[in-house]
Nanobody, 128 residues
Framework: QVQLAESGGGLVQAGDSLRLTCTASGRTMKAGSMAWFRQGPGKEREFVASIPEEGGTTYYADSVKGRFTISRDYAKDTLTLQMKRLKPEDTAVYYC?????????????????????WGQGTQVTVSS
C-alpha cells in the first residue's frame, strides 16, 4: 500500500514563494505519473500540475503556468511543487496524487480519476 504525505504548506503574503513536497512511503511511486491538485474554499478540486516521470513533460493549469514548477526526485521518491508569485486565489488545500500508469496526454494527466493514490492535503493560504 502506498501512502502519500504532503508538507510545506502555510500562510504567506501575495507575491511570496512556497515549496510543497510529497513523500511516498510503503511502495515506490516511480512507476507512474504524479500530480498536484487543489481545492479552494467553496470550490471543486482542480488540477494544478502533473509529471509522468523524473524529467518528463509537465502539464500545468493555465492559472499557474509560469508561476509553478512541478518536479520529481526518484532518489528521494518525492514530488515537489515550487510556487512563486503567489496570489490570494491560490489559497487552497493542495493534494498530491499518484498513479501506477504513466500519462503522456494532458487530458488524462489532468483528470483526478486518473490517480488512485492521494495524500491528506496541505493548506496554503495567501493573504493580500
Amino acid at each position: 500500500q502506498v501512502q502519500l504525505a504532503e508538507s510545506g504548506g502555510g500562510l504567506v503574503q501575495a507575491g511570496d514563494s512556497l515549496r510543497l513536497t510529497c513523500t511516498a512511503s510503503g511502495r515506490t511511486m516511480k512507476a507512474g505519473s504524479m500530480a498536484w491538485f487543489r481545492q479552494g474554499p467553496g470550490k471543486e478540486r482542480e488540477f494544478v500540475a502533473s509529471i509522468p516521470e523524473e524529467g518528463g513533460t509537465t502539464y500545468y493549469a493555465d492559472s499557474v503556468k509560469g508561476r509553478f514548477t512541478i518536479s520529481r526526485d526518484y532518489a528521494k521518491d518525492t514530488l515537489t511543487l515550487q510556487m512563486k508569485r503567489l496570489k490570494p486565489e491560490d489559497t487552497a488545500v493542495y493534494y498530491c496524487a499518484g498513479s501506477r500508469t504513466i500519462y503522456r496526454q494532458s487530458q488524462l494527466a489532468s483528470r483526478d480519476q486518473s490517480y488512485a493514490y492521494w495524500g491528506q492535503g496541505t493548506q496554503v493560504t495567501v493573504s493580500s
